[in-house]
Nanobody
């Protein structure tokens, strides 16, 4: 059974940093991708970044202004954990953050960052950024 467990959310002041973790278990091959999504109150869930387990290729959501340079996705394959490092946080980053998995990994920019392409989801972790 595939399981994803997020941790690391919390309350932080604007300009601060947080690192979210997604512990992944249950996959029997390396052909999967992990993505980070977020959903703010009253808004649709949006894909942010994803990483391919097999070769480490990363994708960033270009439509999210200011994402590059502030958010970074990485993985520690020895720990089966994917991280989302978030720096210079802003109040508009306040949301529930989810990690999700798709298998096999599509390799396509569009399908790597769209929620309906993902079959497995974590429970979410709240990130609140105060001004």
């Amino acid at each position: 059974e595939v399981q994803l467990v997020e941790s690391g959310g919390g309350l932080v002041q604007a300009g601060g940093s947080l690192r979210l973790s997604c512990a992944v278990s249950g996959f029997t091959s390396d052909d999967y991708a992990i993505a980070w999504f977020r959903q703010a109150p009253g808004k649709e869930r949006e894909g942010l970044l994803c990483i391919s387990r097999s070769d480490g290729t990363t994708f960033y959501q270009d439509s999210v202004r200011g994402l590059r340079g502030r958010f970074t996705i990485s993985s520690d394959n020895s720990k089966n954990t994917v991280y989302l490092q978030m720096n210079n946080l802003k109040p508009e980053d306040t949301a529930v953050y989810y990690c999700a998995a798709q298998s096999p990994a599509s390799g396509s920019y569009y399908y790597m960052l769209i929620s309906y392409s993902y079959d497995y989801w974590g429970q979410g972790t709240q990130v609140t950024v105060s001004s």
